[in-house]
Each structure stands twice: as C-alpha cells, then as structure tokens.
C-alpha cells in the first residue's frame, strides 16, 4: 500500500504526526524487516502504516502489536482501523491487562527466540515499564535489528490527564524515555548504531561478527556544536559503562 494511500485512511487519528509517519514508512521499505513488533499502539494509526509499508514490500512481513486492553475502547480502535485499510492480515494484535512487560515475559517463558527485526517502542513513556520492556525486548531481537523509541524528550507533565499530586514531581517531570534511553539503551553492549533524531531514538543491535568497537552514534537535528558535545559524552558514558559490564 502506498503511503499516500494510508495517511487517507488514518487522516485524524491520534498520534502521529505526517511527517514522522512518513519517516516511519520509509524506514520501513528502506530496512525491509520480516517480523515487527509495536509496543504501544493506541488508536493503531502507527500501525497501519507498518503494515501498509510491509505490504508495499511484497514479501509476507508481519507486525505484532501490543497494548493494553483499554485501547479496545479507543475510537476508532486499531481493529477498526485495520478493518478499514484491509491490512488486518499484516497484524496480529495482543491485548495485555496492565503492560506489555507481561506479554514479553510470556515469549521468554515459552522460550521464544530472537525473531524481531523491528520494534516500535510507543506506550507507557514511563522509566520503570518501557526501561524494563527494553531489556526483555533484547532478548527477542535478531542481531541487525531496530528499536525505535518515540517521544525522547516528552514528559508526564505535558499529559492533561496528569495533574500535580497524581505522581511524585520527579516522575511527573522526568524525560522518561530519555531516561531509558541515556541509562539503559546507550550503554548497552549489544548495540552498535545509536542513532537520535529530534523525539525520536534509533537502536540497532550489533550483527554476527560486530563487537563494541563498532559502536557509533548520531545525533541528527541539533546545532552541530551540541551534536558534538552530546555524542562525546554519550561515547564516554557508553565506554565507561561497557567497561563496569566486562568487569
């Protein structure tokens, strides 16, 4: 399906933007990942535009994708998105009663291998669920896949359904997925490119025969000087943390 034709399907579904999703599609053809895995997928219009770029491509890829079983009370909810752009066979869809660590715990249990080439991380946006979903998440991708992290530097306090006093201020307040991102995916030994673009955040794993040294990181969208400045000390952090693991 061409993406022209998809955004006329999704036209005024939250949550994303024209832009992001045609980077999101392009990704997609460029990398042509066989097995996807979305965390997080609200209204389902990301979704759509997996499975509308897997269908361009021709050659059977599939998506799985996650969230909460209070996304069946969205409108439109992604069941009646995929009804409406006839990609439901692209999709398989899982619905979890809290968060989608619980469905990944369940792979790992029932001893799944790496098989995901592609995940869209887009759900909770909180450090403890999406900081501990990536780690599961490491567990089931193949070497040479992505984790794309959206919403880098969002927040909790620019939710309108989060008042003060729901949370403690420091939740409230915290870049979250920023957090998983500088803490946790950064420093991780297992992945080589890092790549950061505005609010969003690309990881691929290290393939068959890469190691540590081949480790680089982009920063894309900022003035050269801070791109500079924030990749040095992401690198030094990145050494300084691969060396504790070896350790």
């Known amino acids: 399906m061409k993406f022209d034709t998809a955004r006329e399907i999704v036209a005024g579904t939250p949550h994303i933007t024209a832009e992001r999703a045609r ?4 990704f997609i053809l460029r990398e042509r990942p066989s097995r996807c895995l979305e965390l997080g997928f609200a209204h389902g219009a990301g979704s759509v535009y997996i499975a509308a770029a897997l269908d361009e491509i021709g050659e059977g890829g599939k998506l799985v994708s996650v969230d909460n079983r209070s996304a069946l009370n969205r409108k439109p ?3 009646d998105m995929l009804a409406r752009s006839g990609l439901a066979d692209r999709v398989e869809t899982a619905f979890e009663e809290r968060s989608y660590t619980w469905w990944l715990m369940r792979q790992l249990k029932g001893g799944a291998a790496p098989s995901f080439d592609f995940c869209y991380l887009d759900g909770a946006h909180t450090w403890d669920v999406d900081g501990f979903a990536f780690l599961l998440l490491d567990r089931l991708m193949k070497p040479g896949g992505w984790v794309l992290f959206d919403d880098l530097d969002w927040s909790l306090a620019e939710d309108p359904d989060v008042k003060p006093g729901d949370l403690p201020e420091e939740e409230r307040l915290a870049r979250q997925v920023r957090l998983v991102w500088d803490l946790l995916v950064v420093p ?3 992945y080589g490119l890092l790549r950061e673009d505005g609010m969003w955040g690309y990881a691929q794993k290290l393939r068959e025969g890469q190691s540590a040294s081949d ?3 982009e920063v894309m969208n900022q003035p050269i000087v801070m791109q500079v400045q924030r990749v040095a000390a992401k690198l030094g952090r990145a050494a300084r943390s691969i060396s504790r693991l070896r350790a």
């Open 23 to 26: 980077e999101l599609y392009d």
């Open 77 to 79: 909810s992604i069941h």
């Open 188 to 190: 991780h030994p297992n």
């Open 215 to 217: 480790r680089r990181i």
